[in-house]
């Protein structure tokens, strides 16, 4: 496993942008972001492959949240732009060392970060 430090999130208002970044203490084969709204399941959002950098978005951030790497320091970032009050949730950075087709899937993933939340106000 590695250790997953998350930072970047807080509040803003609608149509405005955030930036996480999680950063590992090791190299794992993807890193991605989960989110989870009060009362509701944990979903994808987005996902990256380190070698290569061969993305994933879920439907409902496409074209709206980019997903980074920076390979020298091992981070990730989450640059998320035109937010919407439903985009509210605790953000959680993941790590997986599988190499299968799975990036949308939790159980995908071998490390977990604490988590940071993000409030979009309407």
């Known amino acids: 496993q590695v250790q997953l430090v998350e930072s970047g999130g807080g509040l803003v208002q609608a149509g405005g942008s955030l930036r996480l970044s999680c950063a590992a203490s090791g190299r794992t084969y993807r890193m991605g972001w989960f989110r989870q709204a009060p009362g509701q399941a944990r979903e994808f959002v987005a996902a990256?492959?380190?070698?290569?950098?061969?993305?994933f978005y879920a439907d409902s951030v496409k074209d709206r949240f980019t997903i980074s790497r920076d390979n020298a320091k091992n981070t990730i970032f989450l640059q998320m732009n035109s937010l919407k009050p439903e985009d509210t949730a605790v953000y959680y950075c993941?790590?997986?060392?599988?190499?299968?087709?799975?990036?949308?899937?939790?159980?995908?993933?071998?490390?977990w970060g604490q988590g940071t939340q993000v409030a979009v106000s309407s």
């Open positions: 993941a790590a997986g060392f599988k190499s299968i087709s799975c990036s949308d899937y939790g159980g995908c993933y071998d490390s």
């Open positions: 990256v492959i380190w070698i290569g950098g061969t993305t």
